[in-house]
């Protein structure tokens, strides 16, 4: 007796995948919940009667005019005297500001010099400058009054 082969064929039956993905998707959309978005919660500060009394303090300006002439706070100084008039006013707050803002026309290496003075203030006089700040042209055109 001789059995009949029959033959199989090498293609993969794939007419129905598509059907079957589409209703993965939709099962998956309908069974899938949908979180709300919460916003941010926070508390507000209590109203107090009388608030905090908050100090003004002015930065020290160093400004670089061209030939290298230093004016600090509104008084001409040398380079050499720049840490003797900073440090009573930073052993007050070792934090304040001290920008230095150099004309368009002074030269680059004034900058340099008076920005390491300032750097080196701890090897010279004891005491750090924290808080050293060189405005850009930009921000000078837009801010400086």
């Known amino acids: 007796m001789r059995l009949k082969r029959s033959n199989v064929s090498d293609e993969i039956p794939t007419a129905s995948m598509a059907d079957i993905a589409f209703l993965l998707i939709i099962y998956f959309m309908v069974t899938t919940t949908f979180a709300a978005t919460r916003g941010l919660d926070f ?14 303090e002015e930065a020290v ?31 007050r707050n070792p934090r304040k500001p001290v920008i230095i803002r150099p004309q368009q026309n002074a030269a680059y290496g004034d900058m340099v010099d008076v920005f390491d003075e300032l750097r080196q203030a701890s090897d010279k006089k004891g005491f750090e400058v924290k808080n050293i700040s060189i405005p850009t042209q930009r921000e000078i055109d837009m801010f400086w009054f």
């Open 61 to 91: 300006l160093i400004e670089i005019q061209a030939g290298g002439a230093l004016i600090v706070d509104q008084k001409p100084m040398r380079l050499e005297e720049i840490l003797d008039y900073l440090k009573p006013k930073l052993e």
């Open 43 to 56: 508390s507000l500060p209590q109203e107090e009667d009388t608030p905090p009394m908050i100090e003004k």
